[in-house]
């Protein structure tokens, strides 16, 4: 992973921008939309640029760059001009500072990239490539785009306005994760447009008691993640544990939920304990195993079991 990805808090935080063209335009688009203070240094800016400045959505200092202008109190700085040589001089003044800085379509000079975003209001998804293949991000994005619900905005607003009442009524955090998900899952909630349909959906969903037996899930590793069936990625995000072969491939193990607990076992004695102790604590279960291996069919019983798809 060549770059750790994260959601930065910028409201009310301020930021340097040099250059004033249509790159710098599109970075104070965002930056301002994300509540930052940007200070522009250019002789000249864009229109649109003009227009926030115009607004007092940004400040303008109407010169050329001169180090002096660098400061400590700056978050972040970007380069944006179409001088190679003063985007540097920007990147350095900013690394004598210890300032984090982006001189834009020039990798070796950033410390920090922009993904490519889908906005779906309090939900944002970011892409990224390294910036290795912009193109290629940009077909991912649209094919996300195109599958991912436009309610989302409404969704995140109406759960997040129930957080502290669902802490309320079921006080620990497993099962208020397991009604989070019976609530998404719900026929209701995919297809709701307002928040009263939500609320409906909601309430049912409270009122409804549901004892969650525990279930254990059985499923094939190979050579090849992208062979798993949609039902098995569901599945994996539902699990609270995960057992492994030890020959399990690490990028099956890494598509489980994130804070479910991997366990690795070496032999049937071994996982026949992991898995009582499991359903004793309730937990819903997966286990990988390798298709050339039949010695747990005894141990499996009658539990679900999925073969990858090419099998």
């Known amino acids: 992973m060549q770059y750790f990805p994260l959601f930065l808090d910028l ?28 200070t522009i240094v250019s002789p000249t800016i864009d229109a649109y640029l003009q227009r926030l400045v115009d607004q007092q959505e940004c400040y303008w200092i109407q010169n050329f760059y001169s180090q002096d202008m660098m400061d400590k109190r700056y978050v972040q700085v970007w380069a ?34 922009t993904p490519s975003m889908i906005n779906r209001g309090r939900i944002q998804v970011a892409i990224s490539s390294g910036g290795a293949s912009p193109v290629l991000v940009r077909n991912i994005r649209e094919k996300l785009e195109a599958q991912l619900p436009q309610n989302l905005s409404i969704l995140a607003d109406f759960s997040s306005s129930k957080r ?29 447009a307002s928040r009263q349909a939500l609320e409906e959906s909601y309430q049912q969903v409270l009122t409804t008691t549901q004892i969650e037996p525990p279930t254990v899930t059985w499923l094939e590793y190979g050579s090849d993640v992208e062979l798993l069936s ?23 193990v890494d598509l489980v939920r994130r804070d479910a607990e991997r366990e690795e076992f070496v032999s049937e004695g071994e996982l026949a304990e992991k898995l009582a102790f499991a359903r ?26 999925l073969k990858l798809a090419s099998q």
């Open 11 to 38: 409201k009310g935080k301020p930021v340097l921008v040099v250059g004033g063209g249509e790159v710098a335009s599109r970075k104070v688009d965002s930056l301002v939309r994300a509540g930052s203070q940007v």
């Open 80 to 113: 944006t001009t179409d001088n190679p040589e003063l985007n540097h001089q920007v990147h350095a003044d900013a690394k004598a500072l210890g300032l984090l800085v982006n001189v834009v379509d020039d990798q070796p000079y950033c410390d920090f990239i």
């Open 280 to 305: 004793e604590q309730g937990l819903r279960i997966v286990v990988f195993v390798s298709p050339q291996n039949a010695k747990y069919r005894l141990l499996r019983g009658q539990d679900l079991f």
């Open 230 to 252: 949609l039902k098995a990625m569901r599945l994996m995000q539902q699990a609270e544990l995960v057992l492994h072969e030890s020959a399990c491939p690490f990028g099956f």
């Open 164 to 192: 502290n009442h669902i802490k309320q009524v079921m006080p620990d955090v497993d099962s208020r994760r397991k009604f989070w998900e019976r609530f998404f899952s719900h026929p209701g909630v995919e297809s709701a």
